[in-house]
T-cell receptor
Framework: GESVGLHLPTLSVQEGDNSIINCAYS??????FIWYKQESGKGPQFIID?????DKRQGQRVTVLLNKTVKHLSLQIAATQPGDSAVYFC?????????FGTGTSLTVIP | DAGVIQSPRHEVTEMGQEVTLRCKPI?????LFWYRQTMMRGLELLIY????????DSGMPEDRFSAKMPNASFSTLKIQPSEPRDSAVYFC??????????????FGSGTRLTVV
């Protein structure tokens, strides 16, 4: 039979533009969230985290927004660069584990 | 810190052979996780250890898979016998805490396994 793989959402942006990557999480009990970046051939790398008692957290060129009402998380990347091209995962913490989303593939067009 | 170290980076083996993947976590990290990543299923947690003791192995697909952590600085994931459907990238990750540790997990570079 035909195999069906994950349909990774994709986002293409021009270099220098801002990027917004979205993630819906599943459990209202989740209290800690992380965005990971995975470049080709590498393991996921921590970008930024946020706890459930916060709505927004800023890092260097990245901002994470948390909307607990609709269980939505977003990652904003300012002035996107070619080196930002990767797959981005959100992860939610419940109990003793992180649960990962399927990821979004970001391509930066020079 | 050298980070989480996995070996080998690539492994190609024939169906039926035994495969052993290795991981050295970050020193001082009490938790170690084994993940499998495929296009079909994304990132799947296979098993995790706390202080060298397996805590949750419910993600291990079947009895052909086994994992050990004989000491705080070394873990193995073994597949015996291997099958083509085991082909995937296997990641090891470690952390200071189960999930609340700052920065979550630190992942290794992964082992790309191909079973032919």
């Amino acid at each position: 039979g035909e195999s069906v793989g994950l349909h990774l959402p994709t986002l293409s942006v021009q270099e220098g533009d801002n990027s917004i990557i979205n993630c819906a999480y599943s459990n209202s009990a989740s209290d800690y969230f992380i965005w990971y970046k995975q470049e080709s051939g590498k393991g996921p790398q921590f970008i930024i985290d946020i706890r459930s008692n916060m709505d927004k957290r800023q890092g260097q060129r990245v901002t994470v927004l948390l909307n607990k009402t609709v269980k939505h998380l977003s990652l904003q990347i300012a002035a996107t660069q070619p080196g930002d091209s990767a797959v981005y995962f959100c992860a939610e913490n419940r109990g003793n584990q992180f649960y990962f989303g399927t990821g979004t593939s970001l391509t930066v067009i020079p | 810190d050298a980070g989480v170290i996995q070996s080998p980076r690539h492994e190609v083996t024939e169906m039926g052979q035994e495969v052993t993947l290795r991981c050295k976590p970050i020193s001082g990290h009490d938790y170690l996780f084994w993940y499998r990543q495929t296009m079909m299923r994304g990132l799947e947690l296979l098993i995790y250890f706390n202080n060298n003791v397996p805590i949750d192995d419910s993600g291990m697909p079947e009895d052909r898979f086994s994992a050990k952590m004989p000491n705080a600085s070394f873990s193995t994931l073994k597949i015996q016998p291997s099958e083509p459907r085991d082909s995937a990238v296997y990641f090891c990750a470690s952390s200071l805490g189960p999930g609340q540790g700052v920065g979550g997990y630190t992942f290794g570079s992964g082992t790309r396994l191909t079973v032919v």
